[in-house]
């Protein structure tokens, strides 16, 4: 897969937009700020405490703020596209995962909310087996509570016996 053609403005905004959310998370950064702050209040009386004084470190702060909101919009959108790439990854390379939840970020809210009362039932049949650190899908998990069911109890009509073992991921 080829990379898509950026624009050289393009590239070079990312680099430095990296380069500042980087340096923005660090040590230095919150060193350099609160020396900005500092300087600011030991400036004070050389200004009299005038209105222009505290006009500049509100513009300053301003401005700063703007613009750092965008940045780190960028950077947390950024973040949260790599994660649902490397999590659809991971859903359509395993068998037996549901497809269905690749991309299930882009689904609307409703079924999001059918999705969520799903596995909430699964971690409910988790609770019922005493076992909570197991995962299933949904679908497999209900074959499962099925078959255990009608193992517990005689099922005279035959009905809700266990499935076969079936491949999710379009294979087989």
Do not use: C
């Not at 700020?33 to 513009?59: C, E, K, M």
């Not at 959108?77 to 549901?98: Q, R």
């Not at 970020?105 to 699964?122: A, F, G, T």
């Amino acid at each position: 897969m080829s990379r898509p053609r950026t624009s050289r403005i393009n590239r070079i905004l990312e680099q430095v937009s990296e380069a500042v959310t980087h340096w923005s998370g660090t040590s230095a950064a919150f060193v350099s700020a609160l020396a900005l702050i500092v300087l600011w209040l030991v400036s004070g009386p050389f200004f009299h405490f005038s209105d222009t004084w505290q006009l500049v470190i509100n513009t300053t702060t301003t401005v700063v703020t703007f613009l750092m909101v965008f940045l780190i919009q960028r950077a947390q959108a950024k973040s949260v596209n790599a994660t649902f790439i490397k999590l659809n990854e991971l859903i359509a390379s395993i068998d037996g995962a549901s497809n269905r939840l690749i991309e299930a970020e882009d689904l609307p809210e409703v079924e999001l909310d059918v999705l969520r009362r799903h596995y909430r039932q699964l971690v409910e049949m988790a609770q019922k087996e005493g076992a909570l650190t197991r995962s299933h899908s949904v679908e497999e998990a209900m074959e499962r509570h099925r078959a255990k069911a009608s193992r517990r109890r005689p099922n005279p009509g035959g009905r809700n016996q266990p499935a076969g073992r079936r491949r999710r991921n379009g294979a087989g």
